[in-house]
């Protein structure tokens, strides 16, 4: 089979978390032809649709306990292993890569009935019910950290770290008007806000601004309360599409701590306290924290512990001391991994080869 007819099948879906390591990987494939898997009304209707041919099946994941509902959710499953499996006939798919959650259970199985390559990335430290079940159905499984391989025992896995776009990879300016010597924070809550964190940070922000910080507020679009507050050097935006600038230049950054958001951190150096969100599945997030905490790029504190008291007397120790945040800074370089997309694009070569002989 020669790379130029090669025909790879991504399935990721629903956050950023999901779609940007996905996005990275298909930019260090141009000899192939993609094609993307998705669910109906997610990210990637607005994500991906303009960049590769978007099929949608219909799926969700399972709740809690065990009800009719669920009955329903496994019948969704099965009709898109076959949708999927269908899809993967008539595209003349060559190989499916996915990045794990619920959309991944039917790619995997839809690949294997078709007996093509299937790779799977997985970004968590703690692996996803999906990764944990079906990941010995694959002919390799990348991770993003390295401890995860405990996890995975059964699968063949390979550590690439978490792949981040192309453009965190190079110096990007920014289109704000923070002045030159403005101490940064940026706050973010992942592809969806955070309400809890943005009333923290609202309670705290006159004390940070009063000692000389420029506040880049992304509140996401949940949040009824996000145009309450207004002061200059603060701002409050839903979304800004310039992540890897704004990383860039951030002093410090408040955060959540999804996989893809920490990798995006530690490839620009940017100090962080991180906010696990406590209702993550099997609180994977706060797996993700103790690695970056444990490596002293991070401080971490559980929601449920914190009072915009400590957030405000934490933040403003931070800004007096330039000597701990360059630390942390060159303690987040030892966790980077700049070539991950390059070395998860070469393990999706070497699977297709394999499986071609």
Not at 69 to 91: H, M, N
Not at 250 to 258: E, H, P, T, Y
Request: hydrophobic share 45%.
């Amino acid at each position: 089979m020669s790379q130029k007819s090669t025909k790879l099948l991504i399935a990721a879906s629903g956050t950023g978390g999901h779609l940007f390591p996905a996005i990275a990987l298909a930019e260090q494939l141009p000899e192939y032809t993609i094609e993307w898997l998705g669910v109906k009304d997610r990210l990637e209707q607005k994500s991906i649709a303009d960049r590769y041919p978007l099929h949608a099946i219909d799926i969700e994941g399972f709740q809690q306990g065990l009800s009719l509902k669920t009955f329903s959710i496994l019948g969704k499953i099965l009709a898109s292993v076959f949708r999927v499996r269908q899809l993967i006939k008539e595209l003349e798919i060559n190989a499916v890569f996915t990045t794990g959650g619920y959309i991944a259970a039917p790619a995997i199985l839809a690949a294997r009935l078709q007996n093509i390559p299937v790779i799977l990335h997985e970004s968590n430290f703690l692996p996803g019910k999906v990764t944990r079940v079906f990941s010995s159905l694959c002919d390799a499984v990348a991770v993003g950290f390295e401890g995860s391989t405990q996890y995975l025992p059964r699968a063949r896995t390979v550590h690439v770290s978490t792949p981040v776009r192309s453009e965190f990879l190079a110096p990007r300016s920014l289109d704000l008007p923070l002045s030159e010597d403005a101490f940064v924070i940026v706050v973010v809550g992942g592809s969806q806000g955070a309400v809890a964190i943005n009333q923290l940070v609202r309670d705290c922000a006159a004390a940070w601004l009063s000692e000389g910080a420029a506040i880049v507020h992304l509140t996401g679009d949940r949040d009824p309360d996000a145009n309450t507050f207004f002061a200059p050097n603060y701002f409050a935006l839903p979304f800004y599409d310039n992540m890897a600038g704004l990383f860039q230049r951030a002093d410090l950054a408040i955060s959540r701590a999804g996989a893809g958001t920490l990798t995006e951190l530690a490839i620009t150096n940017t100090p962080a306290i991180l906010i696990p969100y406590p209702f993550a599945a099997e609180d994977h997030q706060s797996f993700n924290a103790k690695v970056f905490q444990s490596a002293g790029g991070a401080i971490v504190f559980q929601q449920k512990e914190l009072s915009s008291t400590i957030l405000k007397t934490k933040v403003l120790e931070l800004m007096s001391s330039k000597s701990q945040l360059e630390e942390m800074a060159a303690n987040l370089e030892n966790l980077a991994v700049k070539d991950s997309a390059e070395r998860l694009a070469t393990l999706v070569r070497e699977a297709i080869a394999a499986k071609s002989k």
